[in-house]
């Protein structure tokens, strides 16, 4: 089905690994110590984005005076505890280990480098990707196209001759950005 690509680049969180729960469950744990809770709607949005984005709308909507970078390490410690025992595949990565060994592939993640690789070491499918770039492989973070051409760089395949699968806005943005054609695994 996309055999016209040179390379295939995956998001992971809510694309090919079913991780958001736990995501949800850790920004739950952590807000509790300050007494806030969250509006799942507004969470979704931040989909795709590093978790300092997510820490730094939540200080400022509530007029925290908490350093977001503080409060997103304090999210990334709990998820750290919980996700490696509770992460499942998702369908779309049938997709990936049906190419793997025909076409080049990455991921290209919000989360940060560590965790993907030790998610995807965990589940036993790190060695399908050639490269993943993760939120602190990159300065510019999705909806920016950084992301990605990093992808498309670390494989040798020109960005408009990769396809990305993404199951966020942001993503799909930094993808379009790229001048990658996108599938919004949303809609499959």
């Known amino acids: 089905m996309y055999d016209q690509y040179d390379a295939l680049i995956f998001d992971m969180d809510g694309t090919i690994l079913d991780t958001e729960p736990t995501h949800r469950k850790a920004w739950q744990q952590v807000l509790a110590r300050y007494d806030l809770a969250f509006d799942e709607e507004t969470m979704v949005r931040f989909n795709g984005s590093p978790t300092w984005r997510l820490a730094q709308f939540i200080t400022e909507t509530h007029g925290l005076n908490i350093d977001p970078h503080h409060l997103a390490a304090e999210k990334t410690t709990a ?110």
């Open 79 to 188: 998820v750290k505890a919980m996700l490696l025992d509770n992460v499942r595949p998702l369908p779309l990565l049938e997709v990936a280990k049906a190419y793997y060994g025909k076409r080049p592939m990455a991921v290209g993640t919000g989360s940060e480098h560590s965790m993907a690789v030790a998610l995807l070491t965990e589940l036993g499918v790190q060695n399908l990707f050639s490269a993943i770039v993760g939120a602190d492989d990159v300065t510019l973070h999705k909806p920016e196209p950084e992301t990605f051409l990093r992808c498309a760089a670390l494989l040798g395949v020109a960005p408009e001759r990769c396809v990305v699968f993404e199951d966020a806005d942001f993503g799909i943005r930094a993808a379009q950005a790229a001048g990658m054609d996108v599938v919004d695994v949303r809609l499959l």
